[in-house]
């Protein structure tokens, strides 16, 4: 016992000695004020959305060499820590807890999936440390506090948007839903989407759930084909719908199946293959987009990543980096409080997935675009839906009334496509598509299931 | 009526892999009296090594066929099988006069360092398995119930490896060997029966039989990753008990009822209700009769 206890003061006397030397440390970067910028990155590196973290790591570290290229901030270098959170949202909180306490990060960017920022938001409104998720759409995460700020639009807006396409482009008066229990995300699409297709005048006429990580789902599939539904929402994680798409055909299910960005992942169609092809979902971006800015965009990432496609979470975490060093640049000085208030202000940032303003519940305000699986998994830009009260002010950036004549809404300033895009077959969303995301805003629900339930022994 | 039947055969399908994996419980608890709960990882190895044969070491998955998927099979067989040898040799052997609690930690440290070990080797990500030249959306109908031929796959090879295992316990010298050890290990002992030998043999045997139902889990449900033993196993685990552990067509039995009520609480009930419900019913076998519906109520000798 007494050894015990000698060995614990050492602990204590180690670890006592290690923070006055962190703290030394902290206080010449304040004085010598050239020492690099600390930003803290939390992502799943690896689980079973692994594509969501590294692909988010690529594009902040572009936005990053771009910035530290061209002078830094205020003269200052930005170093990015980036920590793995092995898809798991505790981790996520233990990361955030570590880059904010021992790593001293200024601001923190990440997670993607909802339920997991929920995990981190917490720490960083608790530190004062400004958090800007790339692509945790669930409303909830900016609720946490006034230090929480997101790079892309919420949940409400995307269950709108398909329920719009649904019924405008598609026009499907009867849809079926199957959704993830287990995950925010998924729960809240499945909501606004079910309110959304019914005030427009269709009928959701099956409504399921599962639990991620199952790996059978004919019993519900079986019920919602007797149901007879003209398409399937799913707005779940991507791993999950590629075995859903499967077995939706297996079971004789061939209606087209919806969803959201949860998709956007090479691994969706390795696991779900043909079943998914005809299959629509709503996204941040799609690299088919022939506007300037988003093909300058492609380019880049591909160069610097030996010719890698972007995804919208690569895109996106592009677009958080780039607006939290926006902001940084018009700070007063690099202190949490002073980077929050400047992010708040962001009005207009040109991100390559549109033009992004904090709305006053510090969400971003910009379109989406409606994508298609197409044969051999290749995603098909289907449309673009814009939020109300967006202004179509550049040309280069205005939706594309008619993708299969980008030509004429794009004038000559417009490059052709991208080679090998595939015409898309179906046609853009009627012009009516420009309408409220203020109405979807305040249907949006407030509930949702406990987070970071995770299989035990 | 034809919805119902639809659910039955999937569950059906779903019972005859939970039954194959529930042999390997059932066998080693027979012989050895004890619960082997890294036996659903055994079951997540063979469908990983599965996946290595088809995808990484050969590219019998671009190209699929029957001769590829059973040379695949048993390249996964051959391996499953030696990993139950050697966690028996290194992991149980040794432990065997201690109290049975030591084992039964052992089993459950065997099953966690299968799959994080699983999660370290393999990397977490899931991978597609496609091995066979069939996919499940290959069927055929009957009476307006379709049935994927990978269906037909999962029952009809589950049937025919529990009649071989069923001649081999009642009908070779070796099966006879370990039913002795299973009554009694230190008379057979005595009969000149070599213990660690027939207790190998059941090990390597039942990890074989795991790694078949790792090949038909991944061909039926395509996704293969570290964890995916974890829910299977012990949903097979029920089986075995639910059927009476030690008992084999108890096992058969256990894995289909537990597919069937699976499947049919998904489906008329809530599919969150789906695992509850598995677990109810082993938690009620175990109150209504603890030795399980084809378990002999043999009293145990102390």
Redesign the interface.
């Known amino acids: 016992m007494r050894r015990m206890s000698a060995k614990f003061l050492v602990c204590m006397l180690a670890v006592a000695i290690g923070c006055k030397q962190e703290q030394q440390g902290g206080g010449n970067v304040g004085a010598a004020d050239t020492a690099a910028i600390k930003v803290g990155e939390v992502g799943s590196m690896?689980?079973?959305e692994?594509t969501f973290g590294t692909s988010s790591h690529n594009g902040i570290q572009l936005a990053t060499n771009e910035v530290n290229g061209a002078g830094g901030i205020k003269g200052r270098q930005i170093v990015v820590i980036a920590l793995d959170d092995?898809?798991k949202p505790e981790e996520a909180a233990t990361a955030a807890t570590r880059l904010i306490s021992s790593e001293h990060v200024v601001a923190l960017l990440g997670e993607v999936a909802s339920t997991r920022s929920l995990f981190m938001a917490p720490k960083a409104q608790a530190a004062k440390v400004p958090m800007v998720s790339p692509s945790s759409t669930n409303e909830k995460v900016t609720a946490v506090g006034d230090y929480i700020f997101r790079a892309c639009f919420i949940d409400p807006f995307q269950g709108y948007v398909m329920a719009k396409f649904a019924t405008d482009t598609l026009k499907l008066k009867k849809a079926a839903i199957l959704r993830d229990?287990r995950n925010d995300y998924s729960v809240g699409l499945a909501k606004v989407f079910n309110d959304n297709f019914t005030k427009l005048g269709g009928q959701i006429v099956d409504n399921?759930?599962?639990?991620s990580g199952?790996?059978?789902?004919?019993?519900?599939l079986?019920?919602i084909k007797?149901a007879a539904p003209q398409a399937l929402y799913i707005p779940g994680y991507y791993?999950d719908v590629?075995?859903i798409a499967?077995?939706a055909?297996?079971?004789?299910l061939t209606v087209p199946l919806l969803g959201g960005d949860g998709w956007d992942s090479e691994?969706l169609y390795?696991?779900g293959?043909q079943?998914l092809e005809g299959s629509y979902f709503s996204n941040h971006y799609s690299v088919d987009d022939p506007s300037p800015r988003i093909q300058e965009f492609v380019a880049k990432f591909k160069k610097a990543y030996g010719g890698q496609v972007p995804d919208s979470l690569a895109a996106q975490a592009y677009d958080a980096a780039g607006m939290l060093y926006d902001a940084m640049k018009r700070a007063n000085d690099i202190s949490g409080p002073a980077v929050r208030d400047a992010l708040a202000q962001t009005k207009d940032y040109r991100g390559v997935t549109g033009d992004i303003t904090m709305d006053d519940k510090r969400n971003a305000t910009k379109p989406a675009v409606v994508l298609r699986v197409g044969k051999g998994g290749k995603y098909e830009f289907s449309g673009r839906i814009q939020p109300e009260g967006m202004k179509e002010s550049n040309p280069a950036e205005a939706p594309r009334a008619n993708p299969d004549q980008p030509k004429k809404t794009e004038g000559n300033t417009a490059p052709n496509p991208a080679p090998g895009t595939t015409p898309t077959p179906t046609p853009a969303p009627a012009p009516g598509a420009t309408t409220s995301a203020q109405n979807a805003a305040t249907t949006g629900q407030r509930q949702g299931v406990p987070a970071g339930e995770h299989?035990k022994? | 009526m034809i919805h119902f039947l639809q659910h039955v055969v999937h569950g059906v399908s779903l019972g005859s892999i939970y039954a194959l994996i529930a042999l390997g419980y059932t066998m080693v608890y027979g012989v050895l009296k004890l619960i082997n709960f890294a036996h659903g990882d055994v079951f997540m190895l063979g469908s990983m090594m599965g996946w290595y044969a088809s995808s990484r070491w050969t590219q019998e998955a671009a190209h699929p066929s029957w001769l590829g998927a059973i040379a695949v099979t048993l390249v996964s067989m051959a391996i499953c099988g030696t990993t139950g040898f050697l966690i028996e040799r290194f992991g149980y052997r040794p432990l065997r006069d201690s109290p049975k609690l030591n084992s039964l930690i052992t089993a459950i440290g065997f099953s966690f360092l299968l799959e994080y070990g699983g999660q370290f080797v393999f990397g977490p990500n899931p991978r597609a398995f496609g091995a066979l030249p069939i996919s499940s959306s290959d069927q055929f109908p009957v009476l307006g119930v379709s049935i994927s031929y990978i269906d037909v796959l999962c029952v009809g090879v589950s049937v025919v490896l529990m009649v071989v295992l069923h001649r081999i316990i009642f009908h070779s010298r070796t099966g006879t060997a370990m039913r002795a050890v299973s009554w009694n290990p230190s008379v057979a002992a005595l009969m000149g029966i070599n213990i660690d030998r027939i207790i190998s043999f059941t090990f390597v045997l039942g990890s074989v039989l795991a790694a078949v139902a790792g090949i038909l889990f991944a061909s039926a449900y395509r996704k293969v990753d570290p964890l995916m033993g974890l829910m299977p196993g012990l949903k097979a685990f029920v089986a075995a008990v639910l059927g009476g552990i030690g008992n084999v067509q108890g096992a058969m039995l256990g894995g289909l009822i537990l597919g069937l009520a699976e499947q049919l609480v998904a489906s008329y009930v809530s599919s969150q209700w789906k695992d509850a419900i598995a677990f109810s019913i082993l938690i009620l076998i175990l109150l209504i009769k603890p030795s399980g519906l084809l378990g002999k109520g043999a009293a145990e000798k102390v």
């Open positions: 690896t689980g079973t692994a092995q898809g229990v399921q759930s599962y639990s199952d790996v059978d789902f004919k019993a519900q079986t019920n007797s791993t590629g075995l499967r077995q055909r297996e079971v004789g691994k390795e696991i293959g079943a299989p022994k």
